[in-house]
């Protein structure tokens, strides 16, 4: 049977810089196909190219429709281009270009619905809010829309798992599954390993614009040689050690908001607390009133210096491109911003433009960020992960005594993960406390001390690391 998908010597440069060479991989029908790299590797150039939004340089691209005839590909990406105030009817019949306030007739539609939903096994009431659904639930409302016109050839998710935890993804990776037992093809683009080893047939890897294995996905630790040519596995650890017992640094006390609380939480200094939960849990939220940005209407939040006296927090917010990233702005730009709280009075507070530089060149050294030299650039040349580092490093210039960190590792590749936890390992190591907000159970266990259980805005729980297991934590947070 031919292929699904046919790529054949595909090239793309832009100025002096390739950043596809030479790149050919197919897709059979019935497989779901994992696309691997790091970030900067060429996967969202080799996605534009493929749905048409970029030419290529040279090369070949063949889609081949399950009668034999031209193919149709159908794309998810991580923002899934629906309208959450709208109802889930109307947003799988919303007519490109007919504007927001297009909407289906509440009777024959609504029917309609229900059988197209059924089509990809979920069994919402599409007259729902779509805001109301799961992120995995709207997420498959995005796959179903889809199939409006015409069942699609190859689906491709960009990103899309990167929102979810574990079960969620699973969930939605096993309902695209049945549609490529049915004959279909996908392909997940993703950085989670276990997503790859789990779920998919085939796998194919690119390093700087090239493809270093396409094949039947191999055993994890070539997954790990493949994508990050040993970085990952020859730097050394930083110990997480013992929890401090140090001064406390944070006390919130019965803290309410209009979305969360009572929050009750002590994180002291050299201790690292992980907020784990669902979206649905709010904890970015309680990560927003933990840090000072929104102010309880009832309760207290204090935080104090280890030695006595007002401390300062600092956050990462969950949504980094639309909460952290000044996108018309440069790098240096970028990592001298200061974003505390207690308010600001211009973009370089207090800074002259030349020691700005020397600190923004600085942050751009000690975080490692690539490329090298790359002060003067727009922030959003850098790929996903080195623009959260250059958010990381901004935050560590203001010496905070609390770091919260809402979902630090989202989206980045695994060399730069295995960075970003070693990071917050360190200003434990320091003495600061750390606190993060993640639907990421694997990040979760790595860094913490204690894990606190999110759940409708609330702490349901909180229990020491020590002795909690992958499965058990993942059965809380589900």
Known sequence: MPPTLSVHGLRKS????????????????????????????????L???????????????SVRGAEGGPGRIGVIHQDL????????????????????????????????????????????????ELGSLSLGERTMVAISRLFERDEPDLIILDEVTAALNRVESDWLLGRVREFVDR????????????????????VTVLRDGKVVRTGPVPALPDLHDDLAAGDITTQEPVDAG?????????????????????????????????????????????????????????GRVVVSAPAGGPGRAALLPEERLTQGVLTGLTV?????????PRGRTGLWRGVNRRRGLRTASEVVERMNVRPEGCEGMPMLALSGGNQQKVLLGRIALQEPDLYVLCEPTRGVDLPTRAAIRRFVLERKAE??????????????????????????????????????????????VS
């Open 242 to 298: 013992a929890a401090a017992s140090g001064a406390v640094v944070l006390a919130a006390t019965a803290a309410t908001t209009a979305a969360v609380g009572p929050i009750s939480l002590d994180v002291r200094a050299g201790e690292v607390v992980a907020v784990v939960g669902a979206l649905s849990s709010r904890l970015y939220e309680i990560g927003h009133l933990l840090a000072g940005i929104v102010g309880p209407v009832s």
């Open 183 to 202: 004959g279909g093809a996908a392909m997940v683009v993703t950085h989670r390993l276990h997503e790859v080893t789990t779920h998919c047939d085939e």
């Open 431 to 476: 003495g600061a406390a750390v606190v993060v907000a993640t639907i990421d159970v694997d990040d979760a266990l790595a860094v913490a001390d204690r894990l606190a259980i999110a759940e409708n805005g609330r702490l349901v729980s909180v229990v020491d690391r020590a002795g909690v297991q992958l499965d058990d934590l993942l059965e809380r």
């Open 47 to 61: 996605i534009k190219i493929l749905t048409g939004i970029e030419r290529s340089d040279a090369g070949e691209i």
């Open 332 to 340: 240096a730009d970028n990592a001298v911003l200061d974003t505390r």
């Open 14 to 45: 832009f100025g002096i810089k390739r950043v596809l060479d030479d790149v050919s991989f197919r897709i059979r029908p019935g497989t779901l196909h994992a696309l691997l790299g790091a970030n900067g590797a060429g996967k969202s150039t």
């Open 81 to 128: 281009g629906l309208v959450s105030s709208m109802s889930v009817a109307d947003n799988l019949y919303l007519v490109p270009g007919a504007g927001p306030l297009h909407r289906v007739s509440p009777s024959g539609d609504v029917r309609r619905a229900r059988v197209q939903l059924a089509g990809v096994n979920v069994e919402v009431d599409p007259r729902r």
